[in-house]
């Protein structure tokens, strides 16, 4: 796709005006430059896809951060209990993700290399295929270094969320004239215990 800019494009309000642009002979292709990132190019194929596959799992785990600084990382672990751990993608060129987490002298962070289609924390001897697996040997560890994943905020009630739900579809000042449908178990359980 070639970027272009809207404030270089005249309209002359006439219906042939398109036609006119299409008419010109084509231009051969600029190349578009590749967005910035600090990460590095892959080395292999299939490293790409093992990157690929990892980042689709922890985006659905709730604790992946994607970009996040340091410092944010050690704010928002620093009032949970020990062990408490998040994801979040590393600013060195050459790695891919950090683990920061809540250790007994404060919130800590380290590197999560990917060397050789294995994953170990920078200073370990332990590869895990798996970053899940890594996360997992830790989290069971007799040392406890990791117990929770951060994921942000507690997620709300079913209760909330539905009264939320109702807000947003009736508005909040038809809710006293909305009709309640009782549930004929909880109807029947209250009636039965009545009679007791």
């Known amino acids: 796709m070639v970027p272009h800019n809207d404030s ?3 309209s002359s309000g006439s219906p042939t005006a398109p036609l006119r642009q299409l008419s010109k002979p084509a231009e051969p292709p600029t190349s578009v430059p590749t967005p ?5 190019p892959f080395r292999h194929q299939q490293e790409c896809e093992q990157i690929k596959q990892v980042v689709g799992f922890l985006s659905h ?5 994607g970009p996040m600084e340091v410092e944010e990382a050690h ?3 620093a009032k949970h209990p020990l062990g408490t751990f998040l994801i979040r993608d590393s600013m060195q060129a050459n790695v891919f993700f950090t683990l920061s987490y809540r250790a007994p002298e404060g919130p800590t962070s380290v590197r999560v290399l990917l060397k050789n289609g294995f994953f170990s924390l920078a200073g370990s001897k332990h590869t895990f295929s798996c970053l899940f697996g890594l996360l997992g040997f830790y989290i069971a560890s007799p040392k406890k270094s990791l117990t929770q994943p951060y994921r942000g905020n507690s997620p709300q009630t079913l209760q909330k969320l539905a009264r939320r739900a109702v807000i947003q579809s009736f508005g909040r000042e038809s809710i006293p004239q909305l009709q309640y449908v009782p549930d004929k178990k909880v109807m029947n359980a209250k009636i039965s215990t009545s009679f007791l």
């Open 36 to 40: 910035p990132t600090h990460f590095l």
């Open 75 to 77: 704010t928002r672990l």
């Open 8 to 10: 270089n494009h005249t």
């Open 61 to 65: 785990s709730g604790f992946y951060w």
